[in-house]
């Protein structure tokens, strides 16, 4: 009767939709578990790169260039001697404003040269702490470009190498003092050896 294959048909149907439901539910379980599992996996990955960024003590920057906005880490400020509540609005200007002038231009030159080529940057320059000593520090980076190959942003790092400049320096003055030791004992052995030369001579 119709009775009977309405009955029919609506068992079919909600066997339809809860067979439907479970695949639903089963594929809802999946995505879940993938999504949990990539959250993992990209909290993980930002903690092995706190870590490293902890262990090279480096201050983190991005430039974006097109606003002249940088944008700096906490530990970026820290290193300089500031508070996190200090320097909110870095440009480009504000960190050459930091740069010694002994080294304002072979930077500058740099960072255009950065610009316009676009190749990985780095640079080693001394900086103006916030009590007004100067520091050395290395500056490195990498550009990012849009679709029509303009820089739009430069995410880079800067490392205290103070100590290490202080080191090279030592050494250097270290070799001055060697080289200037070895032409005076140059010049003694042949001043004695000139001063010997008529007595020996005679005898």
Not at 79 to 86: A, D, F, T, V
């Amino acid at each position: 009767s119709n009775f009977t294959v309405a009955l029919l048909s609506l068992f079919f149907i909600v066997k339809f939709l809860i067979n439907r439901n479970k695949e639903s539910e089963q594929s809802l379980i999946a995505s879940e578990q993938q999504i949990s599992s990539a959250s993992d996996a990209l909290r993980r990955s930002e903690e092995r790169y706190l870590m490293a960024l902890q262990g090279t003590r480096a201050g983190i920057y991005e430039w974006h260039v097109q606003r002249n906005y940088v944008e700096v880490s906490d530990h970026w400020k820290s290193i300089l001697g500031y508070s996190p509540s200090e320097m909110m609005h870095v440009t480009l200007e504000t960190f050459m404003a930091m740069v010694h002038p002994e080294d304002a231009a072979r930077t500058s030159a740099s960072v255009m040269n950065h610009v316009k080529n676009q190749l990985p940057y780095q640079n080693e320059v001394r900086l103006r702490t916030k009590d007004g000593e100067y520091r050395w520090f290395q500056d490195s980076g990498v550009g990012m470009s849009d679709a029509s190959g303009a820089l739009q942003v430069v995410i880079g790092s800067i490392i205290d190498i103070n100590e290490r400049k202080a080191a090279e320096e030592k050494v250097r003055q270290q070799n001055e003092l060697l080289a200037k030791t070895n032409q005076e004992l140059d010049y003694f052995v042949y001043s004695v050896s000139h001063d010997l030369r008529a007595p020996l001579s005679s005898i």
